[in-house]
């Protein structure tokens, strides 16, 4: 009998994992306070927590990127250390990271076997292709072991990533980060297949995800990390025993304690993603207008082909698609970081589409990048020169070519109090801050001045349900006093919420636009494979 038997019996496996007092420290930062957690064979263990909560620091424990200043941990009864990626390896404990990490030249089998930990120095290709054989039947994947990995569908790349997370024979615990961050509702669903299958032969599954009906949907078990520490857990009969809107909102009221009260909203839009009832805006003029682009593909870019949408002010558009399919370029080319091959930009009426950067920025438009850090800001630099980084060298910040410090810092502060960014001071170092508040002092700094139109990139991307719906409010707010925005996101969920109108994005081409009604999700998931087939 496995772990799955025991569970339908209700008795509880003895951990396959057990974490006791982990602590990990770092400059200013304590990312692990004494965290005990245990890990059973059989069970999705989601991990749940706000943004600088510590689930990264603690599965880079499990997995051997870093090593606890204080703590121990034991498998399957005996003390063990995870001192290195390998130690987690031998151990049988596989992680996928949000990112994917494939060789997109490569085979899938050439892929895998890069992940092989052999250490013999000989290529075993017929055990490798056994080894697949097993994997594809326990994955339910249906492509072939020579595809080449970059021609994959995002859902199959990412199957890919379990199976070099499972390659070696003896796996026992799978990690996996913010895995539906890419997938359509289709993929969503085969992962859940994913999951179950491997329960099924008894692994042991860390889920971790910012999506509270993900936890609730997926994980057998759900562990809530605030500062550092656990503040709390719903065990497997706690899951089954309430309506996922009462497990919602005691999820939200470990994470947020006392401010739990103010996110109401946002756990009701998390367990039932639904449009609200918002007052109606009026629309304007047309503000945005994008016609026919088209942009060669290439090594770094996915080509676009006759490209046509319009927002006007007031107006909130949604972008769909599976992440990877010429969002950024579309974004990029609007932004002016990049040249169209044909097709022209207006804004209000004015042909921009030779103009760069500067000089569209000056005309109203504003660009929140999805890359907060490669390229939204500059981590070196402090908070202060980091809300003034498109405005170096001009008034009132720069005076004959002078930087006037106490100008920068008195605007930034300005934005940190309004936008609620938590740091020291704004002479802090960027780098030293979360994700979180990194976001939000780059959505600061773009919707500071007139902007009169903005495109966000996956505003939300990797946040925390609070700080998501503040940038979302934001964006709300800024929609109601006259801006069009392009909202661009991989979240049906988030669209619905935030959308008048969702124009869909597959392989670089408009496959479709729906209005916001209900139903609005099935209609935008079919337009979002309407041309990759199986793709998920």
Known sequence: MGADSDNRRGTQPAPLCELRGITKVFPGVVANDGIDLDVRAGEVHALLGENGAGKSTLINILSGMYRPDAGSTSFEGRPVQIDSPRAAIELGIGTVYQHLTLVPTLSVLENLMLGSQGGTGRLDLEGARERFAELARLLGVDFAPGARAGALALGQQQQVEIMKALW?????????????????????????????????????????????????????????????????????????????????????????????????????????????????????????????????????????????????????????????????????????????????????????????????????????????????????????????????????????????????????????????????????????????????????RELAGEPRVAVFNKPTHGLDVRTAEFVRDQIREAAAAGLAALVISTEIEELVDLCDRIVVISRGELTGEVENTPGVEERVGALMVARSGSAS
């Open 168 to 444: 070696r024979q003896d796996s026992r615990v799978l990690i996996l980060d913010e895995p539906t961050s890419m997938l359509t509702p289709q993929g969503y669903e085969e992962l859940r297949g994913v999951l179950e299958n491997l329960k099924s032969e008894g692994l042991a599954v860390i889920l971790i995800t910012h999506k509270l009906h993900e936890a609730i949907e997926l994980g057998d078990r759900v562990t809530v990390l605030r500062a550092g520490r656990v503040v709390g857990s719903l065990a497997p009969e706690e899951l089954r025993g309430r309506s996922e809107r009462e497990l919602s909102a005691r999820i939200v009221e470990m994470m947020f304690g006392e401010q739990a009260a103010e996110l109401a909203d946002a756990v009701e839009v998390e367990a039932t993603p639904v449009r609200r009832n918002l007052p109606r805006r009026e629309l304007g003029e047309v503000a945005l207008a994008v016609r026919g682009l088209a942009l060669d593909g290439d090594e770094d870019a996915v080509g676009l082909r006759d490209v046509t949408v319009e927002v006007r002010t007031g107006e909130i558009v949604g972008v769909a698609g599976v992440d990877g399919n010429g969002q950024r370029e579309l974004a990029e080319l609007i932004a002016g970081q990049r040249g169209s091959r044909v097709g022209e930009v207006l804004l209000f009426g004015e042909d921009v589409t030779r103009l760069g950067v500067g000089e569209r920025e000056r005309r109203g438009l504003r660009y929140v990048t999805d890359d907060r850090i490669g390229e939204g800001m500059v981590a070196d630099l402090d908070v202060a020169m980091n809300a003034v980084l498109k405005r170096i060298g001009r008034r009132p910040f720069w005076r004959a070519g002078a930087e006037r410090r106490d100008e920068i810092d008195r605007f930034a502060e300005g934005l940190v109090e309004r936008y609620n960014v938590r740091t020291p001071d704004v002479r802090t170092r960027l780098a030293t801050l979360s994700g979180g508040n990194v976001q939000k002092l780059l959505l600061a």
